[in-house]
């Protein structure tokens, strides 16, 4: 059984920064593409980052481009996501999850091609 536990979240100001970690147990993790997700109130889970299984590519949502970085640490089975510029709308719970395939060559933004989820970390950001 795979289980991935988020951390990280908080309150943060607009402007402020804040690290997700995500770790994970239970298999291979570094065979397999991890993503991040969000949910904010009353609206649909969307994707807001993924890095392959090797970390050599990563794939961004547009409204968090050059705001936010995915990364990962096989050695320690834990991928991250750095949030830098922070604003009030990237308020939501945020889900990391695993690729259902191992060595998928692309990575995918559908979170039906996930797996395996978190139970999510509420970031907050104030105006």
């Known amino acids: 059984q795979v289980q991935l536990v988020e951390s990280g979240g908080g309150l943060v100001q607009a402007g402020g920064s804040l690290r997700l970690s995500c770790a994970a147990s239970g298999r291979t993790f570094s065979t397999y593409a991890m993503g991040w997700f969000r949910q904010a109130p009353g609206k649909e889970r969307e994707f807001v980052a993924a890095?392959?299984?090797?970390?050599?590519?990563?794939y961004y949502t547009d409204s968090v481009k050059g705001r936010f970085t995915i990364s990962r640490d096989n050695a320690k089975n834990t991928v991250y996501l750095q949030m830098n510029s922070l604003k009030p709308e990237d308020t939501a719970v945020y889900f990391c999850?695993?690729?259902?395939?191992?060595?998928?060559?692309?990575?995918?933004?559908?979170?039906?091609?996930?797996?395996?989820w978190g139970q999510g970390t509420q970031v907050t950001v104030s105006s």
């Open positions: 999850a695993a690729d259902l395939w191992p060595r998928r060559a692309v990575v995918t933004t559908r979170p039906d091609q996930y797996a395996y």
């Open positions: 890095i392959s299984w090797s970390g050599g590519n990563t």
